[in-house]
């Protein structure tokens, strides 16, 4: 599994360079902030300023809440959550013109399995709000339906495609953001895109505060 990742690392770090952009691959843990802090601040003194962050972090152990243990909850959620809020802190919102954050249809509609990548999700739609508002910058959270990745279909994949939730091409989800980030405008910082996704029903918020906001939603 390693070896397929390295290899896929070094074809995209391929293709970007073979468009005659430069391009630079650093490894790291992004819940140290130790870490993310010191390469932010090498990127910000090589550069000169930060425009842009495309917050992709995440990972996924789906399993019951009876079967999860507090070890596995705080591990998936805090790889996306405490590294979205560490980037936030150590980016200058003057410089930065978007700040994307990787979500995920989980923290609208649920998913068997994944309270904990749901909530997170749901932090990262909450934050992308809260600093669109505070930013001169947009900054938007992504509501990715399921990626069609090469090989066999995960189990979760399988599951959302029964519900009716079309894969998304790699080619075809590149160019939607793609398209967002040029067209799209701010205030609107939180945007769905999936197939398939509108006869989902979305659970009901029982918390105060008054009506959960709508995302912009694009289909595939």
């Given at each position: 599994?390693?070896?397929?990742?390295?290899?896929?690392?070094?074809?995209?770090?391929?293709?970007?360079?073979?468009?005659?952009?430069?391009?630079?691959?650093?490894?790291?843990?992004?819940?140290?902030?130790?870490?993310?802090?010191?390469?932010?601040?090498?990127?910000?003194?090589k550069y000169g300023k930060i425009?842009?962050?495309?917050?992709?972090?995440?990972?996924?152990?789906?399993?019951?809440?009876?079967?999860?243990?507090?070890?596995?909850?705080?591990?998936?959620?805090?790889?996306?959550?405490?590294?979205?809020?560490?980037?936030?802190?150590?980016?200058?919102?003057?410089?930065?013109?978007?700040?994307?954050?990787?979500?995920?249809?989980?923290?609208?509609?649920?998913?068997?399995?994944?309270?904990?990548?749901?909530?997170?999700?749901?932090?990262?739609?909450?934050?992308?709000?809260?600093?669109?508002?505070?930013?001169?910058?947009?900054?938007?959270?992504?509501?990715?339906?399921?990626?069609?990745?090469?090989?066999?279909?995960?189990?979760?994949?399988?599951?959302?495609?029964?519900?009716?939730?079309?894969?998304?091409?790699?080619?075809?989800?590149?160019?939607?953001?793609?398209?967002?980030?040029?067209?799209?405008?701010?205030?609107?910082?939180?945007?769905i895109i999936a197939g398939g996704?509108?006869?989902?029903?979305?659970?009901?918020?029982?918390?105060?505060?008054?009506?959960?906001?709508?995302?912009?939603?694009?289909?595939?």
């Amino acid at each position: 599994r390693r070896l397929m990742v390295d290899r896929e690392i070094r074809e995209n770090l391929q293709a970007i360079r073979a468009t005659g952009a430069k391009v630079e691959y650093h490894s790291l843990d992004v819940r140290d902030e130790q870490a993310l802090s010191q390469l932010v601040s090498r990127l910000r003194d090589k550069y000169g300023k930060i425009d842009g962050v495309v917050h992709a972090a995440g990972v996924i152990e789906d399993k019951l809440l009876r079967d999860k243990t507090p070890e596995s909850f705080d591990r998936v959620f805090n790889t996306k959550v405490d590294s979205a809020f560490a980037l936030a802190q150590l980016l200058d919102p003057q410089s930065v013109r978007v700040f994307v954050l990787f979500a995920s249809i989980a923290s609208r509609y649920g998913n068997r399995g994944q309270a904990d990548y749901a909530a997170a999700n749901e932090v990262l739609s909450k934050l992308a709000a809260e600093l669109d508002r505070r930013w001169p910058g947009r900054v938007l959270a992504v509501a990715w339906g399921p990626w069609a990745e090469r090989g066999m279909v995960s189990h979760l994949e399988k599951h959302l495609v029964a519900r009716g939730i079309a894969l998304i091409p790699p080619h075809v989800g590149a160019k939607m953001l793609v398209d967002e980030l040029s067209a799209g405008q701010k205030g609107e910082s939180e945007v769905i895109i999936a197939g398939g996704a509108e006869h989902l029903v979305r659970p009901k918020s029982s918390g105060e505060g008054g009506a959960r906001h709508e995302p912009k939603s694009v289909g595939t």
